[in-house]
């Protein structure tokens, strides 16, 4: 590829191909992407000894911070990408966690072959009015609510992986648990109920 410019990316500092990168040269952002793939790759594959997960995760990294490259605040490179790569390995193998868990409860349910009980019907009805509470809510109000109470994740964990502040986070998950009382309030007492067995 043509290089008007006449740098010799492969020779600049991290330092240097970071801000050249702020600035939108996409020369500085492939000599980034070079550097240091088949590290982040290396690492996600020897985690999920998935090629298609590992190659995904470092995919989405890289486009993440192509995207996100005026805002950013990146200290020191390699210790963010890497960062970034164990971050990722950590939420999918959280989600396929839950993605296996979900399978397991949908299979018992529909293996069923007693009428269920009076809980498991509460719970079908709860989590039916769950899903339709969070539909109301905003695209992102829903998504950070289901990383802290579906997927466990902390309001730290949030902000780093959204690159928000910890306390828009924090007003999110308030607003979301407002909004789903004041649509769960008819089944309050039915949660007490299946609590209580």
Request: aromatic share 10%; glycine share 4%; proline share 2%.
């Amino acid at each position: 590829m043509d290089n008007p410019s006449g740098i010799e990316y492969a020779l600049l500092s991290d330092v240097l191909l970071y801000r050249l990168l702020q600035t939108g040269d996409e020369a500085a952002f492939r000599e980034i992407y070079r550097k240091y793939w088949q590290l982040l790759f290396g690492i996600a594959y020897r985690k999920l000894q998935s090629q298609e997960n590992a190659e995904e995760i470092v995919q989405d990294i890289f486009v993440d911070i192509w995207e996100r490259r005026a805002g950013l605040q990146i200290d020191d490179l390699k210790k963010y990408l890497i960062g970034a790569v164990k971050y990722r390995i950590l939420n999918t193998i959280k989600a396929k966690l839950i993605r296996e868990r979900y399978k397991t409860f949908s299979q018992t349910l529909t293996t069923h072959t007693e009428p269920l009980t009076e809980s498991e019907l509460a719970f079908q009805d709860l989590s039916r009015a769950i899903e339709q509470a969070l539909a109301g809510l905003p695209q992102k109000t829903q998504e950070i609510f289901r990383l802290n109470r579906l997927e466990n994740q902390s309001v730290r964990e949030i902000a780093l992986l959204l690159s928000i502040p910890e306390r828009t986070v924090e007003y999110h998950i308030t607003q979301s648990l407002r909004i789903l009382r004041i649509h769960l309030k008819d089944f309050i007492l039915l949660l007490v109920m299946f609590a209580g067995e």
